[in-house]
């Protein structure tokens, strides 16, 4: 394998010195910029676009071509795995994702299987080799995968939903049900993130962006344990090199102090939980990746250049940040807003690394 130029963004993950605060963008490829929007058009759909390994490839470099970042991170989508589970995965403008085949019922959920990720999801992996090739070592390549939980609203529901009625109802009414919807998903994550590991990801990172919409203890038993499951079944090593960990859950505020007990190298925070705090509920066991605010990317570089020094500052001195919105970009987004970010977080935080 090439060797790797830049490393800054992995030492951070395993709060090694590094001589500034790495920074990425969750969708940094994404619609705010106009040559990403080309190129989905050029696709025909986003499902396309995901499946094509050449376009996503093209993708996922765009922004590092624009912006000093110190990640790159696969063009792909979380709903991928639920697709090779036969659900039928389709987009509705205006709507977002949907399912031909939502599984509501017991017998539904009972009748899900494992599916060959190789053979499935084989189109993502040649994506992670593609882009490892163009890469040519430049920065890091970090893979991803949806929790099992956030996943399973999804399949539950049917597409998106901001109440969850199905997939709550199924914690209540029938938890043993609901456990083994979690369990599927965990194990085909497992060998989905695993083979992203080997076709060249150098960092994985779990969105749990609905997680925290359970009370405390469904969250621990639904959405934690499910991830604690996939990182205990992950290849933690390659190439000579550890392959570090985030978890991201949207809203954790005080669950991040639980979350940090699951052999994670990093957990993501939103913008909800300011980073003092969320240092002092993990200790420093953990490193910490965020946490602006997404909207202050509509304000002016000057405003744009307060909120990065308000997140240096409160994550204060030493490693273990990774620089980040506290959610992904909006496709409203001007490009040269991002740019005044990346361009703040290089100037202002190397003085947090005397």
């Known amino acids: ?52 390994p050449d376009l996503a490839c093209e993708v996922t470099l765009q922004p590092l071509r624009r912006y000093k970042l110190d990640a790159a991170i696969m063009f792909s989508d979380i709903l991928t795995v639920p697709d090779a589970m036969g659900l039928g995965l389709y987009f509705v403008t205006g709507e977002g994702p949907k399912f031909k085949n939502p599984v509501r019922t017991a017998d539904a959920i009972r009748s899900l299987s494992v599916p060959n990720v190789e053979q499935k999801l084989g189109y993502v992996f040649d994506a992670v080799r593609t882009i490892r090739r163009e890469l040519n070592g430049e920065v890091p390549l970090i893979g991803f995968a949806g929790s099992p939980f956030t996943v399973g609203t999804y ?51 779990i969105f749990d962006t609905w997680g925290a919409a359970l009370e405390g203890d469904d969250f621990r038993r639904f959405s934690m344990a499910s991830m604690q499951k996939i990182i205990d079944g992950l290849i933690r090593e390659k190439d000579g090199r550890k392959i570090p960990i985030i978890l991201f859950t949207k809203g954790a505020g005080p669950l991040l102090a639980d979350l940090a007990e699951t052999g994670c190298d990093a957990l993501g925070v939103d913008w909800t939980t300011d980073l003092a705090t ?60 991002l740019g005044a970010l990346v361009d703040a977080v290089h100037d202002l935080s190397p003085k947090y690394h005397p």
Not at 12 to 32: C, D, E, F, H
């Open 1 to 52: 394998m090439t060797e790797l130029k830049n490393d800054v963004f992995l030492r951070a993950l395993m709060r090694q010195p590094v001589p500034r605060t790495p920074v990425w963008i969750m969708r940094q490829a994404g619609r705010y910029l106009p040559e990403y929007r080309e190129v989905r058009g050029q696709a025909g759909d986003f499902l396309s676009l995901c499946k094509n």
């Open 155 to 205: 399949m539950v529901e049917g597409g998106s939903s901001r109440e969850f009625p199905n997939i709550k109802a199924l914690a209540k009414d029938a938890p043993d049900v609901l456990e083994h919807l979690m369990n599927i998903v965990a194990e085909t994550t497992i060998e989905y993130l695993n083979a992203q590991i080997e076709a060249g990801a150098q960092a994985v990172q």
């Open 278 to 337: 969320a240092r002092e509920y993990v200790n420093d066991k953990v490193a910490l990746q965020g946490n602006l605010d997404p909207a202050t990317l509509r304000e002016s570089p000057e405003i744009i250049r307060q909120g990065v020094a308000a997140t240096l500052e409160s994550y204060g001195n030493g490693p273990g940040h990774i620089f980040n919105l506290g959610h992904g970009i909006t496709p409203d987004i001007d490009p040269d807003n």
